[in-house]
């Protein structure tokens, strides 16, 4: 700055180009590399495509439409997982069994191709079945078999997505499950008080199955934070690559792994235990003690589940002054999502702020 023969006009514009530039020095200083990682359908994606609406850049409706098949599978699969079941159940003795009438079609809904198409004269037939009692019932063994955790969302709305014409809506993208494959990023360019870029973060996402696994190692450089995801309601379920497996164990096993790991040594690590809307039904229903064998507090009880997985997690780390920030989620509640990303950047950004001296 400070030429001398420069006008008016000019010296106004070298003003702005060195605003400009100082802005983009700044840009250059706050981002962020945050990486998703947990088990198979923990939540990732979910959280994911929640921030990005809220903070990012909305949906478009062609994106949109590109979840349309998978919302139908996704319906398909859960009404014939529920029509298999049902009788496997009621061969054990439960009182799963259809009605007389549904018998012929519960048959025919079990041998259904996910493939197949799902229009109105899928939606009666599914809808009929959803109505008899033995469905409804065998939905209560749900953590018995592999089923869609938003199978009722989607029951509920299944009229609307029979329909010609139906184009799928944030809220149903949110309940669909598309099992992720490679990796995925969004960036997040968010804006201070003078409406300018501040801080970029870039938040990768990954697919969570034991098969996926090996693609994260691309990722693990220079994180600023890694975002661990772990589904609270898994502790009485297994997981969909392998039955034997119990969920939540799989999520602690593979936590002892990542925050241990030389490489987020000097990153942050926040614990998202997610999936608290169905926690909050199940252990109501479930005895955490008959799947979590080392747990000593009282069955049935919220607090008492909630501490003592935190503190599962957290005794795993070999490092004890490490910090974990932990958080209860619900990846499918827009206001736990913005506080979740609120707190996400408050912990990213106050760590780059101790370490240029200012806190
Ligand atoms: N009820 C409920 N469902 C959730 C929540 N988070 C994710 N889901 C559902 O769980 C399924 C798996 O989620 P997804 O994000 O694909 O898991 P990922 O494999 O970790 O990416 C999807 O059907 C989501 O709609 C939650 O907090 N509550
Ligand atoms: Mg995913």
Request: charged content about 30%; glycine content about 6%; hydrophobic content about 35%.
């Amino acid at each position: 700055m400070g030429c001398m023969n420069s006008t008016p006009e000019n010296s106004d514009a070298n003003g702005k180009i060195e605003d400009e530039l100082k802005q983009l020095d700044q840009v250059r200083e706050s981002r962020y590399k945050l990486l998703l990682l947990g088990a198979g359908e923990s939540g990732k994606s979910t959280m994911l495509r929640h921030m990005r609406q809220i903070h990012g850049q909305p949906f478009s409706q062609e994106e949109l439409m590109d979840a349309l098949p998978h919302i139908r599978k996704n319906i398909i699969e859960s009404m014939r997982a529920l029509a298999i079941y049902s009788e496997i159940l009621a061969d054990e003795g439960q009182d799963t069994r259809v009605s007389k009438e549904n018998e012929e079609l519960r048959r025919k809904i079990a041998k259904i191709n996910d493939r197949d198409p799902f229009g109105s004269e899928e939606y009666e037939m599914f809808q009929q079945l959803w109505n008899d009692k033995g469905i409804q019932r065998t939905l209560e063994f749900r953590h018995r078999f592999q089923i869609i955790d938003t199978a009722e969302y989607l029951f509920a709305n299944m009229k609307r997505i029979s329909e010609i014409g139906y184009i799928p809506t944030f809220e149903d993208l949110l309940h669909s499950r598309k099992r992720s494959t490679g990796i995925h990023d969004v960036i997040f360019r968010l804006k201070g008080k003078n409406n300018k870029v501040t801080e970029i973060f870039q938040v990768y996402d990954v697919g969570g199955q034991r098969s996926e696994r090996k693609k994260w190692v691309a990722l693990f450089d220079n994180c600023d934070a890694i975002i661990f995801v772990a589904a609270l309601s898994g502790f009485n379920q297994t997981l969909w690559e392998d039955n034997r497996q119990n969920n939540m164990k799989e999520a602690l096993a593979l936590f002892q792994q990542i925050i241990n790991m030389d490489e987020f040594k000097n990153s942050h690590a926040i614990l998202f235990l997610n999936k608290n809307d169905l926690f909050t039904e199940k252990i109501k229903k479930f005895k955490l003690s008959d799947y979590l064998e080392d747990f000593k507090g009282r069955d049935y009880h919220y607090e008492d589940a909630i501490q003592f997985i935190q503190q599962s997690f957290a005794s795993l780390r070999n490092d004890p002054s490490k910090l974990i920030y932990g958080h209860i989620t619900c990846a499918t509640d827009p206001k736990n999502v913005k506080a979740m990303f609120d707190s996400m950047r408050n912990i990213v950004v106050r760590q780059e702020l101790s370490q240029a001296g200012f806190v």
